[in-house]
């Protein structure tokens, strides 16, 4: 079985190679290909990959290279992790927004906006160069914005699956707190990418004891820490959000926090350069402990589960994943998006049902897709006006001047990544 990593060259990489070398009788992997157009990071990367190959035993081969083509050829499937404009144009999504009193962050509001902007002709180009090399390699996202990306591959026809480590890392720490295995725990998760609620948390399987009572009563205080979410957040709502959930119930706060501390983008900067330089250590064979800091706990594993089952090896037969909607969610079209539960073997993945949604939850979740369907437009069509439209619409925007102050300043801030701005 041979894969390929889009996006090998990021400090990301050694925690999916130590997923791919624990978990190699899940998902075994005889070719592992690192592609990368950083030439000077891949090396790093791929020295310790090979590295951590070694040290448990892995006997699949790990080659790097900068040519997308020769390395996506032959591919059964395709991660894609890609970061277009690196972690400088992050700092910019992180800043800008903040200028006008919105929250600066990558994946939502108006940075989640640029980032997309960014990042679905690039792929959309991958993937095109994928399908004439091997169209019957399976798509697997974990790029963000997840969801918007992820529609792009699946509005073009491409064998595409989108994968984001929320649900796993939540259900970790659940099982963490309810001393209970990870394996037993079945969430209820439903929403789109970065914009999910738990609605139950099953012990063992979609049909099984709902221990989410239990959990916030006996533990709701250290959920909403994790989540930096008040306790009245989960006592009103009665279930558990997504700790991305806090830009729109604590929007204000979070900007004024954002405001007092340097940005994610800077920390995660600063520490990719430490990660890098321990990545050159030819003594180190294993992922560093400071890599858990870096964002991306257990990606690993839902990657290696989630891949498995495209392939039909193994896997889960039940994993959360961003997919079409095809009447799931019957407020939405056919065509979005949504992050949900879902069977997946090798034709792909079939959402699970979801019981009606309360409309707390069902509104936002119709407004934000709304919001992605003209952030989509924009990405694929350009132009200011649509740019404007998109973030008009978008729930933590909303005013039109506001939203003509954040279009001039998103295309100041990209006009080197946007061929027609």
């Known amino acids: 079985m041979k894969l390929a990593v889009v996006g090998g060259g990021s400090t990301y990489t050694p925690e999916l190679i130590d997923g791919f070398a624990r978990l190699r009788d899940t998902l075994p992997i005889s070719e592992l290909v690192l592609i990368d157009p950083a030439a000077d990071r891949l090396e790093l990367v ?145 929403g789109l990418n970065h914009l999910t609620w738990e609605l139950g948390v099953r012990r063992g399987g979609p049909d099984g004891e709902d221990l989410l009572p239990r959990l916030l009563a006996e533990h709701g205080d250290a959920v909403a820490a994790d989540l930096r979410l008040p306790r009245a957040v989960l006592d009103r709502l009665g279930v558990v959000p997504s700790y991305y959930l806090k830009y729109f119930y604590t929007h204000d706060e ?57 392939l039909g090896d193994g896997g889960s037969p039940v994993q959360v994943v961003n997919t079409l909607n095809n009447g799931t969610l019957p407020f939405l079209a056919d065509d979005a998006v949504i992050e949900v539960q879902a069977r997946v073997d090798r034709s792909g993945p079939v959402p699970l049902a979801v019981p009606r949604l309360d409309p707390l939850y069902a509104g936002l979740i119709a407004h934000v897709t709304a919001y992605e369907d003209l952030a989509l437009d924009a990405a694929l069509r350009g132009g200011r006006e649509r740019v404007a439209k998109a973030l008009l619409a978008h729930p933590l925007v909303g005013q039109f001047d506001l939203a003509e102050g954040l279009t001039d300043r998103l295309l100041a801030h990209n006009k080197e990544h946007l061929a027609w701005a």
């Open 254 to 310: 979070v900007v004024r926090e954002l405001g007092e501390k340097p940005s994610r983008a800077a920390e995660v900067a600063a520490m990719e350069r430490e990660l890098l330089a321990m990545y050159g250590d030819p003594a180190l064979d294993e992922k560093p402990a400071l890599l858990a800091q870096r964002g991306g706990a257990f990606y690993s594993e839902a990657a290696v589960d989630l891949a498995a089952a495209l």
């Open 46 to 190: 791929g020295g310790l990959a090979r590295r951590i190959f070694a040290r448990q035993g892995h006997p699949g081969t790990i080659t790097t290279t900068s040519d997308l083509d020769a390395g996506v050829a032959d591919a059964d499937a395709v991660l894609l992790q890609l970061r277009v404009g690196g972690q400088a144009a992050r700092q910019q999504d992180e800043t800008w927004p903040l200028e006008c009193g919105c929250v600066g962050q990558e994946t939502t509001g108006a940075g989640g906006l640029a980032k997309a902007l960014r990042t679905v002709p690039v792929v959309l180009d991958i993937a095109e160069r994928v399908r004439r090399t091997n169209p019957n390699a399976w798509i697997i996202d974990f790029t963000n914005p997840v969801g918007i990306v992820t529609r792009a591959l699946l509005r073009a026809g491409h064998k595409a699956v989108g994968l984001c480590n929320v649900a796993i890392t939540l259900q970790r720490q659940f099982a963490s707190l309810l001393d209970v295995p990870p394996g037993e725990l079945h969430l209820d998760h439903v």
